[in-house]
């Protein structure tokens, strides 16, 4: 067992520090290195939040596009797991392999492993109503 | 490694003297501008024969620059002739290739005053829609460069059409990364399936006209800056890069830069050119912009993560891809339920 705080408490008394206590301190030319520096603690603690959850459900979703049998033999760790789907899943839309059944799925797939990454290094983004193509086809 | 101040003091101090046919030449002040993850800006506050001049150096990169970034001499080139046909720019002034002056090559312009940094100008509400219409006559100005006969022969261009060109060229970056990009790969094949057929004239664009990509000073534009993207392509292209909304910097209900007014800016822009902006293939560009944007952002993450570059604010840009891919991804699943 490791001591209290952890990791991320530790990260974020390290951010407040810095936002609260030293921000006011330095020059306004400078400051923009400090949220900088914020925003890369914050990025990192939002990481270790959500642990290997978001990597999992990923995971679970590559499974049920390609089936288990397609597990390459060599990967053991949910990296590399992720790693040797996310290629093949690459190599099969660029190449057009994917049939019309499998492209929803896929499209779904894409966008919800695309949010579990906003959701870590930017939530902001997803706050606001996404402004897409308002000027294109109404 | 960075230019060092005291090494390159002398050498530019004499290039200015020997350029501008001075008899004497003081430099007052030396030091590097912020921004410019990629070149070397660097402010020169020069005495010339007893009169002040504010200049502006910029350098190459010491390390391999981003792919398609043309020369400081070629840049120096483009800038020139923007200024030539009325664009504000910052006066080009001297270009230097040779490379026993400061070690690299460099060119220098008129210095221009005022605020370039996007977060800052999206929040000053006097700007609005002034700035918007003006910027659309700027971007009509370099929209009225055209390849035959020009001097900037040298620019590329598109193989195929300005499109098919650029997705074939971020698909073979995504082929050199280290990680795979399936959600990108995913709007590349729908950019493929829709590409514009429509026949277009090819044109100078900037390729990176932008907010954070200008100076305003007192609420006027003082001048458009980096030029080391352009090449030959399509109007729609520069146009939907700068209403994209990866570049409003949060102001996202301002859909022109996070400044103003969509449609001021395409009215604007019409006016000035006399050109009509096909506003149904804006949405196809706006996606292009964010692969082109997220494709940059992850060799940006990787220039720091190699250790070729390594800085805090390139770590960033390489987190910011995965916001670039879903707003991408969110477009084209809008557009393909429609």
Redesign the interface.
């Known amino acids: 067992m490791r001591d209290r705080p952890n990791a991320f408490e530790l990260l974020d008394i390290a951010r407040e520090t810095l936002v609260q206590d030293i921000l006011p301190h330095i020059p306004s030319?400078r400051r923009?290195?400090i949220y900088?520096?914020a925003?890369?603690i914050a990025?990192a603690e939002r990481e270790f939040r959500a642990g290997d959850v978001p990597l999992q459900a990923e995971l679970e979703r590559l499974r049920q596009i390609y089936g288990d049998s397609v597990d390459p033999p060599v990967a053991d760790r949910l990296e590399d797991l992720l790693?040797s789907f996310?290629?093949r899943?690459?190599?099969d839309?660029?190449a057009?392999r994917l049939d019309d059944e499998r492209k929803h799925t896929?499209?779904e797939h894409?966008?919800e492993?695309?949010?579990a990454?906003?959701t870590?290094?930017?939530p902001k983004?997803l706050d606001?109503a996404?402004?897409?193509?308002?000027?294109?086809?109404d | 490694m960075e230019l060092n101040e005291a090494v390159i003091r002398e050498p530019l101090r004499r290039f200015i003297a020997e350029r501008s046919g001075a008899t004497e030449v003081r430099i007052e002040s030396l030091h590097r501008l912020?921004g410019g993850a990629v070149q070397e800006i660097w402010s020169i506050d020069a005495n010339v024969d007893a009169t002040p001049l504010g200049l502006v150096m910029k350098a190459s990169s010491a390390s391999a620059g981003v792919p398609d970034s043309i020369t400081r001499e070629q840049e120096f080139m483009v800038l020139r002739a923007a200024h030539t046909v009325g664009v504000t720019v910052p006066e080009p002034l001297w270009v230097c290739t040779d490379r026993t002056i400061i070690g690299r090559d460099f060119f220098i312009m008129r210095e221009v005053k005022g605020v370039a940094?996007g977060h800052l100008l999206v929040r000053d509400s006097s700007l609005g829609d002034a700035l918007v219409e003006r910027l659309g006559r700027e971007l009509a100005y370099i929209h009225s460069i055209y390849p035959n006969g020009s001097e900037l022969d040298f620019l590329r261009r598109p193989q195929s059409t300005p499109a098919q060109h650029s997705i074939d060229r971020y698909?073979s970056w995504?082929s050199y990364m280290e990680?795979?990009?399936?959600?990108l790969?995913?709007c590349?094949?729908w950019l493929d399936a829709h590409a514009p057929r429509a026949p277009f004239r090819l044109t100078l664009i900037h390729h990176d006209f932008r907010t954070g990509n200008y100076m305003v000073d007192a609420g006027k534009l003082t001048g458009i800056l980096d030029w080391e993207f352009c090449e030959w392509g399509d109007i729609h292209e520069d146009i939907a890069w700068f209403c994209a909304?990866c570049w409003r910097f949060g102001a996202?209900?301002k859909?022109a830069g996070g400044i103003g007014s969509?449609e001021t800016f395409y009215r604007s822009y019409e006016e000035a050119s006399g050109r009509t902006i096909e506003?149904?293939i804006?949405?196809y560009w706006?996606v292009m912009a964010h692969v082109r944007w997220a494709t940059i952002a992850i060799q940006q993450g990787q220039r720091h993560c190699s250790g070729v570059d390594r800085s805090?604010?390139l770590?960033?840009t390489g987190?910011?891809t995965?916001?670039l891919?879903?707003?991408a991804?969110?477009?084209?699943?809008?557009?393909?339920d429609?």
């Open positions: 030319e923009y290195q900088m520096v925003n890369a990025n790693l996310n290629r899943l690459a190599r839309i660029r057009g896929v499209q894409l966008i492993t695309a949010k990454r906003v870590e290094t930017n983004f606001v996404p402004v897409l193509t308002s000027q294109s086809t | 912020g940094a698909r995504l990680l795979p990009y399936p959600g790969e995913w590349l094949c909304r996202c209900d859909e969509r506003r149904d804006i949405p706006e805090l604010e770590a960033l987190r910011m995965a916001e891919e879903l707003q991804l969110l477009m084209v699943e809008e557009m393909s429609a």
